[in-house]
């Protein structure tokens, strides 16, 4: 079975400009999650899709970060102008969703963003 | 607003020993905790889960007990292996919520030859 798949990897850019990440959950997972790392912490949830639909995105700064799941499938994640504190690990990922009795995540391999 | 907390950044265990990490939450609301493992470059993996309704689950060389009267729940790990050195990540959700993780600060497992 396929994992979680992201790209870009590895991403550096300058503050102000605008970059985009890209998730492709696993097949068959209604629900994908997009989570920020910053350096020596743990995961926050930024925004949590249930198919195509925002679940929840209380902690999305949305004047910056914007994100879309199309036909509940693949998921974008962007952020537009970038600050150097967004400067993080972009994770996206995915699970069977409500009603299957598991909470387990499945994770990409992540993006590395440095913004300079 | 810390709802889960890993206190300890790091330790080292001696190959074959006991590893012990442990972690505190404070929202009453939680009933399922998970553990995940994050080597670099990686993103988490799964390792083990316990709900509220149970105080101990066991798997291979894993167990995770959760004392609900301390908030507390800890993994153990015997025997300690070179290949378990990695970021140990604790998660905490409600399940009447929208199955949302909340993740602690980690702590970095060193395991010694």
């Known amino acids: 079975e396929a994992g979680v798949a992201q790209s870009p990897r590895y991403k550096i850019i300058e503050k102000r400009q605008s970059v985009a990440f890209w998730c492709n959950p696993i097949?068959?997972?209604?629900?994908l999650y997009w989570y920020q790392q910053i350096l020596g912490q743990g995961p926050k949830l930024l925004i949590q899709f249930q198919n195509n639909g925002v679940v929840d995105d209380s902690q999305l700064p949305k004047d910056r970060f914007s994100a879309e799941r199309l036909k509940g499938v693949d998921s974008t994640l962007k952020i537009q102008p970038a600050k150097l504190e967004d400067s993080a690990v972009y994770l996206c990922a995915s699970s069977l969703g409500p009603g299957t009795n598991t909470y387990e995540q499945y994770f990409g391999p992540g993006t590395r963003l440095t913004v300079t | 607003d810390q709802q889960v907390k890993q206190n300890s950044p790091s330790l080292s265990v001696q190959e074959g020993r006991i590893s012990i990490l442990n972690c505190d939450y404070t929202?009453?609301?939680?009933?399922?905790f998970l553990w995940y493992k994050k080597y670099p470059a990686e993103g988490p993996t799964f390792l083990i889960s316990?709900?509220?309704?149970?105080d101990k689950n066991e798997d291979g060389r894993f167990t995770v007990f959760l004392n609900k009267s301390a908030k507390h729940l800890s993994l153990h790990i015997v025997p300690s292996q070179p290949g378990d050195s990695a970021v140990y990540f604790c998660a905490a959700s409600a399940v009447r919520g929208a199955q949302k993780l909340v993740f602690g600060q980690g702590t970095r497992l060193t395991i010694n030859p």
């Open positions: 929202n009453s609301m939680f009933d399922y």
């Open positions: 316990i709900s509220s309704i149970k």
């Open positions: 097949s068959g997972h209604a629900t």
